[in-house]
């Protein structure tokens, strides 16, 4: 598997692996709020980020967007549903309704910036080029990559 042989080149440090969900895990489609429940999971990724999240060295969190404030519940109720190996106090999911409407990138970023580096490695796995473009630009020392890291 490509990740994994990626994260093997950090053996020996510690990694902070940061995931998107839609379009990353779960099917991206337009949904309203209520609705998340019926997204497609998408279970190669879903699979070989399991599998990621046995790495000794590997702490998984989720960096996720939702539009409303009721997405929060509906994500991590997905998250129970398919991909309960992501702790609960591992998930990040930012309503945009309670952030002042802020883009997803603004907000995925400025996390980002708040984290506290510790000497981790920090690697960010999206698919929005956007959001990895601000990323790249507000965090330099992120490791970005692109969701099709997951796809062999």
Known sequence: MYLKEYLNQYMGKDIKLFVDMDGV???YDIGNPGSYDKKRPLFTSINKLEEISKMD?????????????IGVGEKNLWLDKY??????QNRIIMPRESNEYKK???LKSEYLSSLERDG??????????????????TNPDVILLKDTVLVD
């Open 83 to 88: 991909a309960p190996f992501f702790k609960e």
């Open 57 to 69: 060295n590997v702490e998984l969190y989720i960096l996720s967007v939702s539009r409303m404030d």
């Open 104 to 106: 997803s990138d603004e």
């Open 25 to 27: 895990i779960a099917d």
């Open 120 to 137: 981790s490695k920090i690697i960010f796995i999206d698919d929005d080029v956007k959001v990895i473009d601000l990323v790249r630009m």
